[in-house]
């Protein structure tokens, strides 16, 4: 979701957004008519579906990509267990055919030991016919465990492969949103130029307005500003973004408990709400991390940052306090993981919020 403007009621709100992505400062008494917005509007708006596309191929893959680590994980653990098993078996084996050997007998444990693979093992089944009872069973446990590690190993090709394949596709989408967001900024100037254009118009008229106020005593109606809110929030990322809702979708051994902020590196992260950094340094998975307590008694976590700017201390709306990365395991893939966390307790989804003011 890239930020939506809404419809020409909030125009005003609208604007205010996008001066904020271009870093254009547009005063109440310079707005571009409501035709101008409109176009505006449509510009920006013929960006989501894009965007939007991009943004849920990424949480896709990403959850994709996930979940085959995860299953790695266990086929992994699955395995080193099955390999200590394999390797008991097989010492009690070999003590077994040493003891048989002595014996005179330990050709049988000899042949049966030189077996590479399940299939070769079963078909000795015959051999096993001269064997004893709990000598069977010791061979057939081996057998099955090493049929299972043979299973596993296939296994684990497999999914490496899909995991490779996922994480292929994953940085190449990634990159694609990467440029388009580039685009979507540099057309942001372009429509910067435009608006410039239109507030000189603006200030003509204002010119012409005035002379004629002062002539005949009467101010046009038509020119009078309209009332705008800032509103108690400000978007975490001040530039192109483009999101998705992916609370709760699966991760590596989790689920997502936030929404993930997509932008080009180095684009500035703001405080969303005045409040006082409560923390700011680097976990292992997180990356460079922000914790804001805002003065509204609500928390909010900003994770993957290329740098934190700003690491302790109040802070106020919009000031930028760091810029978006892809630290932690977020590599390849620039954007903010961003927590919602309503008085300062457990996470809650922040898409609603973010959808209201990016």
Sequence with gaps: MLGRPGNLVILSAALAAFSLATGLPVTAGERPSADSLEKLERRMTNLEGELDKAATTIERLHSEAGVMRHRITTLRRRRAVL?????????????????????????????????????????????????????????????????????????????????????????????????????????????????????????????????????????????????TSSGPRTCPVAGPVSFVDSWGAPRAGHTHVGVDLLADYGTPVVAIVSGTITYAGYDGSGGNMIFLSGEDGNDYWYLHNQANLVTSGKVVRGEQIATVGDTGNAVGIPHVHFEYHPGGGGPVNPYPVVAAIC
């Excluded at 099955?144 to 090709?157: F, I």
């Excluded at 000189?200 to 101010?219: D, I, K, N, S, Y």
């Design 83 to 227: 390999q200590r098993k394999s390797s008991r078996l097989r010492l009690r084996l070999e003590e077994r055919a040493d003891e048989l050997y002595r014996s005179g007998s330990g050709e049988l444990m000899e042949v049966l030991l030189s077996s590479q693979s399940f299939t070769e093992l079963t078909d000795k089944a015959e051999l096993l016919a001269h064997a004893s009872a709990d000598d069977n069973a010791m061979f057939m446990e081996y057998a099955r465990a090493r049929a299972e590690l043979d299973w596993l190993a296939q296994k684990l090709t497999v999914r490496r492969r899909k995991l490779n394949e996922a994480t292929g596709e994953l940085r190449e989408v990634a990159q694609q949103l990467r440029e388009r967001l580039r685009s979507v900024a540099a057309k942001a100037e372009d429509v910067r130029e435009e608006l410039a254009e239109q507030r000189a118009r603006l200030r003509a008229r204002r010119r012409r307005a005035a002379e004629t106020a002062a002539t005949t005593g009467v101010p046009p109606a038509s020119l009078q500003p309209p009332a």
